[in-house]
């Protein structure tokens, strides 16, 4: 790296007051043009965080043999979806990347070899969220990828290797849904509040009092948990960010959560905030 660059990254990613983290169930792409008390919930939070320096982003949706992080200056705005209206498909959400912070977060993971990516961007689970936090597109973001042939117990052991950023600046968020089974939805009840089958709302209950126990073994090791845990996670990738968010939790730091609700039978949007 050149002496410029090494600089640079020194310079932005020094050390400041620990910054929380938190998973943000994303729910549809809609709620990125949508008006309604998910997104007013977003825009609430927001304003309850220290400004980061930076974002890292682990999103449900780029899954990756390997692990990589977005090392490009200016992302592109992926609509990794279809079926939906001509104006979400014009959404932009030109936030810059940061080959600084790619570089920093390569240096911090030491259990795998992480590749410097040029090709990804940032996809839906980022951007739909994030255009509520930050508007403006004006917080520097790179994501982190999934590596999906790993168990649960990899993730969350790798995540705990991000808690350094905490300390410089940087704002961690895992962008998923705890309870998500696009198979099962509800079609007919996607508009009456609240409405979640009863292992959906099983499920929902216990991942939370797992949560506010601090018993994250349980939640690594979901597939143990029972037939609503496997309802509501039939395949990992919208969960797993989840654990990126709770293995970086630190003995004083403070659990809360809000947008906790389900939607159409078997999905919740419930968030996370740790710190």
Known sequence: MKTNALHTLTENFGPTEKMPVAFLGH???????????????????ARTLPRPRAIVCVSAHWETRG???TAMDKPQTIHDFGGFPQALFDVQYPAPGSPALA??????????????????????GAWSVLKHLYPAADVPV??????????????YALAKELAALRRKGVLII??????????MVA?????????????????????????????????VQFRKQGK?????????????????????QEKDDEVSFFNDALVAGSLNMTSVRIG
């Open 187 to 219: 079609w007919d009840k996607m508009d009456v509040p609240g409405y979640g089958y009863d292992w959906a709302q099983e499920a929902n209950a216990k991942m939370k009092q797992f949560i506010l126990d601090g018993d994250h073994t349980s939640l």
């Open 174 to 183: 895992g962008s998923g849904n705890m309870v998500h089974n696009l198979r």
């Open 27 to 45: 729910g549809s792409p809609m709620n990125a043009i949508e008006e309604n008390t998910f997104v007013q919930g977003f825009r609430n939070i």
């Open 67 to 69: 692990t990589f992080v």
């Open 103 to 124: 570089a920093e977060t390569q240096k911090t993971i030491t259990q795998t070899t992480v590749g410097l990516d040029q090709q990804w961007g940032l996809d839906h």
């Open 228 to 248: 609503a845990f496997d309802l509501s996670i039939p395949t990992p990738e919208h969960y797993l960010p989840l654990l990126y968010t709770l293995a970086l």
């Open 142 to 155: 790179i994501q982190l990828s999934l590596d999906y042939s790993k168990p649960p117990e990899y993730h």
